[in-house]
């Protein structure tokens, strides 16, 4: 009997691209729910595809359901500024518009999951499967920071620690005496241009309460890219929560580009 395949629900950027192609690698059979001007069907060949308007858990549910995933892993990450033509909410997320406009992320998609779960599809962690792909404590690429560099990365780190108790973003960014700025759920680049100029650095670390479900923080090649066009000078993350994609690439651009990495 051949195996069941995984589910992956999937929103933007590599992230979902590279986590099918790594289980189709382990031999599992894949069935993506896209959602609809996330993820593209032409970036997931020899999947089962099926396009999604964001909310349309019943719809995605009875794909995955049909194909035979009782099981689905949320990747990649979810823009919840799109217009109406990307929205369609079922009734019982609409019911929750209320709870959805105060509370953070993390508790929109335990409330989402929660709605697949009740349709039959459990939704799991990726982490067996991609394990390797967290940032380890010797992972430091680019130039060593220099003592003002290290000095301002002492000091991200305190204060995202306290920023992370909430559920409010995984991310902030110091630069100057006093100067930070935190992450919005418009994500990290949004954070990064907003941002002023040359030495900050940025921190990136999981919620205190992180449901490392869905939401796992992630750094990849474009981070390196836009913190170089914004004269960013080092990026820290935390070691074994922070995923690192295409972590190669991020080793080559950190070099290439003069960005310090490290993870702490």
Known sequence: MSEPPIGVIAGLGQYPVLLCQKLRRCGVPVAVAGIAGHASSSDFPQCSFGEFKLGQVGAASAFLTDVGASNAIMAGAVSW?????????????????????????????????????????????????????????DDVFGPVPNDATARLIERGLRECRSFVQDDRGQA???????????????????????TP??????????????????????????????????RIGAIAVEAGAVLIIEKNEVAKLCRELNVSFVAV
């Open 81 to 137: 500024h799109w217009g109406r033509r990307f929205l369609k909410p079922d009734w019982a997320l609409l019911l929750a518009l209320p709870l959805m406009l105060i509370n953070g992320d993390d508790w929109k998609l335990r409330y989402i999951a929660n709605l697949f779960e009740k349709r039959g599809v459990s939704i799991v962690s990726a982490a067996p499967w991609i394990h390797t792909w967290f940032a380890q404590s």
């Open 197 to 230: 100029g040359v030495g900050a650095v940025l921190i990136k670390m999981k919620k205190a309460a992180q449901d490392m479900r869905f939401d796992i923080p992630t750094v990849g090649p474009d981070t390196v890219w836009m913190a170089h066009r914004k």
């Open 172 to 194: 902030i960014t110091v630069f100057g005496e006093r100067g930070v700025k935190y992450e919005s759920r418009r994500g990290t680049n949004d954070l990064l241009a907003r």
